[in-house]
Each structure stands twice: as C-alpha cells, then as structure tokens.
C-alpha cells in the first residue's frame, strides 16, 4: 500500500505564504496593464457595483445612447441575457484583477454585438474596459 501523499509544502508552512507573496510582488505590476492585445475601439469605467462611470463617445455610439443615459447604469442591462452568468465572471474579474473575454451586448435596437474585451483594475479602485467589435447581427 502507497504512503498518502502530503500536500505540497505542507511539512514547511512558512513556505507557502512566502511563495504567494512573491508571486504577489510580481504578478501585482502585470494586473496594472493590458496584455490582451485588444484593439481599443471602445472604453468604459466601471465601479465595483458594476456600474457605468465613464464611456468613450465611440461606445455611446455603439449602443446609440447618450452619454447621460448610460452613466450610472449597471453594465448588465446591456448584456444579451442567458450569455454570461455576470455575478460570476465579475467575482472571477474582482479576484484576479484582471480579464479578457468575448462579451455580447445589445444595443439599443435590440441588435446583438459581440466584442472582445479586455479589463483591469486601476489604481483608484474603478475599472476600465476597452473593446472592440467582432460582428454584429440578430
């Protein structure tokens, strides 16, 4: 019969939260920039309750609203429903600090966008997000 195995570092615990803190150390530098290489046609800030900040003209274009009206509306209300469980992506987003992804939206005629995304935490604590088109239809 074969010993059971011990979880790696599991004899030396002060391993392990040395290795996660320099993991931390380089991976925090990373979490601050893109690397998705998205070509930024249109940019959103959002706060932590998922809620629109800013919007670039391009992306009130997009979705053929004014700017006005897209502030302060959380970005779930323009995500084709049934596409992404969004409580569980942004508490995935909100851990790592850091996503990239096919998104579909919807516009205001009820016409379906599907965008390549990319976002990060700022430094303020708001996040950005930059997109850009793939296809429309639908």
Request: proline fraction near 7%; aromatic fraction near 8%; charged fraction near 25%.
């Amino acid at each position: 019969m074969a010993a059971p195995r011990r979880a790696i570092g599991s004899g030396q615990p002060k391993i392990l939260p040395a290795l996660e803190q320099s993991l931390e150390t380089v991976l925090r530098p990373l979490r601050s920039r893109p690397c998705a290489h998205v070509r930024p046609q249109y940019v959103v800030i959002v706060d932590a309750n998922r809620r629109y900040v800013d919007v670039s003209d391009s992306f009130c274009k997009l979705l053929g609203y004014p700017r006005e009206e897209l502030i302060g509306k959380k970005c779930d209300e323009f995500t084709v429903p049934g596409t992404t469980d969004i409580p569980v992506v942004f508490e995935l987003f909100v851990n790592a600090g850091y996503m990239h992804g096919i998104w579909v939206l919807a516009n205001r005629s009820g016409t379906h966008l599907l965008v390549r995304y990319e976002a990060w935490r700022r430094s303020d604590g708001l996040i950005e997000g930059q997109m850009e088109l793939l296809g429309a239809g639908g």
